[in-house]
């Protein structure tokens, strides 16, 4: 319902009353995704092209999006999204960006690790092209975030670094042997 008043003015949205949204869609992957508990079918929410960035990694492609993911359950003995809500913004026809509001945990070396984030998806002819998660709801810093451009530039690099050594250990985005 809140999408069809979002539209109502705008000429070039045009939409038809939905049961479901695409968060609903979605969302069960994402859990999964972040609890450590992916499967090759997880992945299917995303383009071939899709990228994912949080403040550690920078994923180009698909491949590297599940490395970075399968790796998850090799760093932290725990991990799930305990909290969350939902908002999904309709931005033009086919397009959405979801927002995901979440109380993270993890457990590393035994100790328990609580974190805040917003998950950012950018959505397109239903697949993700673009997921960024913002450590306690701060955006990403980059070339275009920071006051020197200079350490914006080697923040990306370090992230761009960290991905392929993460992309090379986890056997470059293969799907784990059941």
């Avoid at 992916?38 to 899709?50: G, K, L, M, Q, V």
Wanted: aromatic fraction near 8%; charge should be positive.
């Amino acid at each position: 319902m809140d999408q069809m008043r979002e539209c109502r003015g705008k000429e070039a949205c045009e939409l038809s009353p939905r049961s479901e949204r695409v968060a609903d869609r979605i969302l069960p992957h994402i859990l999964n995704l972040y609890a450590s508990r992916a499967t090759p079918r997880d992945f299917e929410i995303y383009a071939d092209d899709a990228s994912f960035e949080d403040p550690l990694m920078s994923a180009h492609g698909l491949r590297q999006i599940k490395s970075a993911f399968y790796s998850i359950a090799k760093v932290f003995s725990e991990s799930k999204i305990v909290e969350y809500t939902v908002k999904e913004n309709l931005i033009s026809p086919g397009k959405y960006e979801i927002l995901i509001d979440n109380k993270q945990y993890y457990k590393f070396l035994g100790r328990p690790i609580d974190m805040i984030s917003l998950i950012r998806l950018h959505v397109e002819n239903d697949k993700v092209v673009r997921h960024e998660d913002w450590w306690d709801k701060k955006p990403l810093k980059s070339r275009d975030t920071v006051k020197i451009p200079m350490v914006g530039i080697t923040l990306e690099m370090l992230r761009r670094g960290s991905m392929m050594a993460t992309h090379a250990m986890m056997g470059f985005g293969k799907d784990p042997t059941m």
